[in-house]
C-alpha cells in the first residue's frame, strides 16, 4: 500500500569533487500492510512506514534538476496496481483521503466515483473534490462507518451547520435527517414566547437551575453536577440575577461559547429586564460583542423587544 506524504529531505551529494546539498522530496512510502487491520469499509490504520536497515530507496530526478543531476545503475521500481475498491477525495483545505468505495455508497453525489469502471460510469475518475473541510470530512466518515456497522453516532451541537452543508452537498440522506433531528430538537426545547423573571425565580425555588445571561434564559439544571467548577458556584453566584458577567470573568474560551446553544430554553421578557439583579455589575461591551457572535441563533423576539433588550446593557 502506498501513501504520499510529502516530508521534505535534505540530501548531501557529491557531484565530481564537491559535495552539494540537494532538497529531496518524500513521494511515497510503499507499506508491508499484511499485519494490519483491514476490512471491507476501512483501510489500514497506518500514516509512515519505518525505515529499516533492508529498506530500499528509489530515487527520481524532478524536472526542475535534470541539468544538474543525472543517476545511473538506476534499479526501476515495479508499480503497484492501482486499487479498485479506493476514491481518492480531496477536501476543500486541499487534505487527501483515500476511502473504500463501499463506505461512500449512500452519498449520492459520489455515484460517479464510486461506480467508477462500471456501465455508464466505466470511464469515470475514481477520485472526487469535495467543499468540505478535512475536520468536516473526517466527521462525516465516523458517520458512515458508524451507520454502516449498526451503531449509534453523533456529534457536538457546535458542528451542526458544517455537518449540514456537508450531508447536503454529498447529497448523504441519513447524516441530513440527523442533522434535522438535532435542530429539531433545539426548535422544541426553545419556547417561542418571552419567559418572564417571575417564572424564572419561582422554577428555581422548585428545584430547576435557570439562568439569566444577556437576555438568554439557559437551564443547566442536568448539566449542574458536571460543571468543572463544581456544583456549588452556579446556585451561589448566578441564581436569580444576571450571570453575564460571571461568564466573563470565569469562562474566556471559545469552547465555554459553544455549550451555551445546548442549555438555551428562551429569551427573558424585554420587561423584565429592570427586574433582574445585576450584583457583579455589568459585563464589557467587547464580551457582550463577542457573546452575541457566538450565539447568532438565538431566538428572535421581534424588533421592538429586541431593541429593549438591546438598550438594557
Not at 510503499?30 to 469499509?41: A, F, H, I
Not at 458517520?143 to 453523533?154: M, S, V
Not at 457583579?280 to 423587544?305: E, I, M, N, Q, Y
Request: aromatic content about 8%.
Amino acid at each position: 500500500l502506498t501513501s504520499p506524504v510529502n516530508e521534505l529531505f535534505v540530501v548531501l551529494v557529491k557531484i565530481g569533487d564537491v559535495q552539494e546539498e540537494v532538497v529531496g522530496r518524500l513521494v511515497d512510502v510503499g507499506v508491508d500492510d499484511s499485519g494490519l487491520e483491514e476490512d471491507e469499509l476501512t483501510l489500514p490504520d497506518h500514516y509512515r512506514g519505518m525505515v529499516e536497515v533492508e529498506t530500499r530507496v528509489f530515487l527520481k530526478v524532478d524536472d526542475v534538476a535534470v541539468t544538474q543531476l543525472s543517476l545511473s545503475n538506476l534499479v526501476t521500481k515495479e508499480a503497484a496496481p492501482p486499487p479498485k475498491d479506493i476514491v481518492d477525495i480531496t477536501t476543500g483545505d486541499e487534505e487527501y483521503f483515500p476511502v473504500k468505495k463501499k463506505l461512500l455508497r449512500p452519498c449520492i453525489a459520489l455515484t460517479s466515483a464510486v461506480m467508477s469502471g462500471r456501465g455508464v460510469h466505466e470511464h469515470a475518475a475514481a477520485s472526487a473534490t469535495v467543499v468540505a473541510d478535512c475536520c468536516t470530512f473526517d466527521r462525516v466518515l465516523l458517520y458512515l462507518e458508524a451507520t454502516a456497522r449498526g451503531q449509534a453516532f453523533d456529534f457536538d451541537p457546535e458542528y451542526l451547520e458544517d455537518m449540514t452543508k456537508a450531508a447536503e452537498e454529498l447529497k448523504l440522506g441519513g447524516l441530513i435527517d440527523l442533522c434535522n433531528q438535532k435542530r429539531g430538537a433545539f426548535d422544541s426545547r426553545v419556547r417561542k414566547e418571552p419567559i418572564t423573571f417571575d417564572e424564572i425565580v419561582q422554577r428555581n425555588a422548585s428545584g430547576e437551575m435557570l439562568l439569566t445571561m444577556d437576555g438568554m434564559v439557559l437551564d443547566v439544571t442536568r448539566w449542574l453536577e458536571e460543571h468543572p467548577g463544581g456544583s456549588v458556584i452556579i446556585p451561589e453566584q448566578a441564581l436569580n440575577m444576571d450571570s453575564t458577567v460571571f461568564f466573563e470573568i470565569y469562562h474566556a474560551s471559545r469552547q465555554s461559547f459553544l455549550y451555551l446553544k445546548e442549555f438555551y430554553v428562551g429569551e427573558l421578557r424585554a420587561e423584565d429586564f429592570s427586574k433582574v439583579p445585576r450584583p457583579g455589575g455589568d459585563a464589557s461591551p467587547a464580551f457582550v460583542d463577542t457573546l452575541r457572535t457566538f450565539t447568532s441563533w438565538r431566538l428572535k423576539l421581534g424588533d421592538a423587544a429586541e431593541q429593549k433588550a438591546m438598550k438594557s446593557f
